[in-house]
């Protein structure tokens, strides 16, 4: 495939909306502290834009782009750049391109999915904001209708992931009733 071909076919696949996220790494100059860049699409104002964020040797920095401006800054990146991974809804490219900006492409059909366009997501809790908790009540984190009260946040994010850890530990100890039990170095039972 020639790089026109593949600029055509990429520009034909964003402009559908099928991309999921791309990733474009390996600089072809050792001294561009540009690293990487990270693209996904999100959904802002009721217009669908590209996430695009530069991950430099110490910093990140994020842009929005719209899809248009996204499509034309390839080129750009097409001659900084060597290694690109373009996953779509139902298959991902991974190519790198020569000194001679030859293509070199794989392809490969994936499961079908669907790009989560949301800018903002939500983080999951094991224990949920708005549903009261006696315990977290007491100890001055929610409110008595269960909000969590703006100054206590950092508190219940940190219990919500020692919470994670316990969960996440569970699974790893013996089963029934004869699987042991815990001693401690004493010798003691706990």
Known sequence: MELHELKASLASQITQGTLIHATISNPRQKSNDLRRIKVKPILLRDTVMMQVEFQFERVMKHENI???????????WFTEFRQFLFRFEE???QFQLSKKLKVAIKTSKKEPMKALLSHDRKKTYLLEDGVPVPFLIRLGVMTEA????????????QINRFLEFVEDSIAALPKGKN???WTSDAGNRI
């Open 91 to 93: 298959e991902e490219w």
């Open 179 to 181: 699987s042991g039990s």
């Open 66 to 76: 719209l899809i248009d401006d996204f499509v034309g800054r390839l080129d750009d």
């Open 146 to 157: 269960g909000q969590v009260k703006k100054q206590k946040y950092d508190k219940f994010k």
